[in-house]
């Protein structure tokens, strides 16, 4: 129905026509009268002690394996306020689970520079709770 072909492949935008893009794809030339570029992404995993060794034994996940859960989680921390992190936080949230954000913030000032750390709680998916601890860097 949305009549798109998806390929596959190391890809060289080669110019753009009358007739579209001109993408070489594997060696052959595709023409399209639009373009979308999806790289993916890959998890960030903060300098967290400890953190790495909780992922390798299952405890803690990214957000590949959070959208593998069979089982809505009844709490959730997710690490990370950034696009990922809040569209998991939102997701579970709108699921049932109560959700921790935890991010930081760091914020620069001529007398001093303080990082924050933000906590925020989302309960029945309506009720939010916001914790803050500054700390001095």
């Given at each position: 129905?949305?009549?798109?072909?998806?390929?596959?492949?190391d890809g060289v935008?080669?110019?753009?026509?009358?007739?579209?893009?001109?993408?070489?794809?594997?060696?052959?030339?595709?023409?399209?009268?639009?373009?979308?570029?999806?790289?993916?992404?890959?998890?960030?995993?903060?300098?967290?002690?400890?953190?790495?060794?909780q992922l390798a034994?299952?405890?803690?996940?990214?957000?590949?394996?959070?959208?593998?859960?069979?089982?809505?989680?009844?709490?959730?921390?997710?690490?990370?306020?950034?696009?990922?992190?809040?569209?998991?936080?939102?997701?579970?949230?709108?699921?049932?689970?109560?959700?921790?954000?935890?991010?930081?913030?760091?914020?620069?000032?001529?007398?001093?520079?303080?990082?924050?750390?933000?906590?925020?709680?989302?309960?029945?998916?309506?009720?939010?709770?916001?914790?803050?601890?500054?700390?001095?860097?």
């Amino acid at each position: 129905a949305n009549h798109a072909e998806v390929i596959k492949g190391d890809g060289v935008i080669r110019g753009r026509t009358a007739e579209g893009f001109n993408v070489e794809v594997n060696g052959e030339i595709v023409i399209g009268k639009r373009l979308l570029i999806a790289t993916g992404s890959s998890p960030a995993v903060p300098p967290i002690e400890g953190l790495k060794d909780q992922l390798a034994s299952g405890f803690v996940m990214t957000s590949r394996e959070a959208l593998e859960l069979r089982e809505i989680p009844a709490k959730l921390a997710v690490i990370g306020g950034g696009v990922i992190g809040l569209e998991m936080a939102s997701y579970y949230a709108s699921a049932g689970s109560e959700v921790t954000i935890c991010f930081v913030y760091k914020w620069g000032l001529r007398i001093a520079d303080f990082q924050y750390i933000f906590c925020l709680e989302i309960r029945n998916s309506t009720e939010i709770i916001l914790t803050t601890f500054r700390k001095s860097c």
